[in-house]
């Protein structure tokens, strides 16, 4: 049974950093690509980064963030991480880890819970 959750989230202020964790079961994250995703309030999802499982090396990221967020890998830990950086107020939303997604057009079978991440002005 793939199951995904996140946490992580909180309440910052503009300019601050956070640490988003994605704990993943039923599955290895090595063999697949990973994501996150995030909903802002009243808005769609928008894709925010996408890791290959197998070639960490392989990482894409929305051109909002580019620069300021990290994605990661911990395979022993199984475990997706999303460093973000220099956060602004635009970042507030709930943040989503999914299974697959690379790219903004790629399909994602899986996705967690959610966590929620706001940040002040």
């Known amino acids: 049974q793939v199951q995904l959750v996140e946490s992580g989230g909180g309440l910052v202020q503009s300019g601050e950093s956070l640490i988003l964790s994605c704990e993943a079961s039923?599955?290895?994250?090595?063999?697949?690509?990973m994501s996150w995703v995030r909903q802002a309030p009243g808005k769609g999802l928008e894709w925010v980064s996408g890791?290959?499982?197998?070639?960490?090396?392989?990482?894409n990221y929305a051109e909002s963030v580019k620069g300021r967020f990290t994605t990661s890998t911990d395979n022993h830990a199984n475990t997706l991480y999303l460093q973000m950086n220099a956060l602004k107020p635009e970042d507030t939303g709930t943040y989503y880890c999914?299974?697959?997604?690379?790219?903004?057009?790629?399909?994602?079978?899986?996705r967690g819970q959610g966590t929620q991440v706001t940040v002040s002005a």
């Open positions: 039923g599955f290895m994250v090595e063999n697949w690509a």
């Open positions: 890791i290959n499982g197998g070639r960490a090396d392989i990482k």
């Open positions: 999914a299974r697959d997604g690379l790219t903004p057009t790629t399909p994602r079978d899986y």
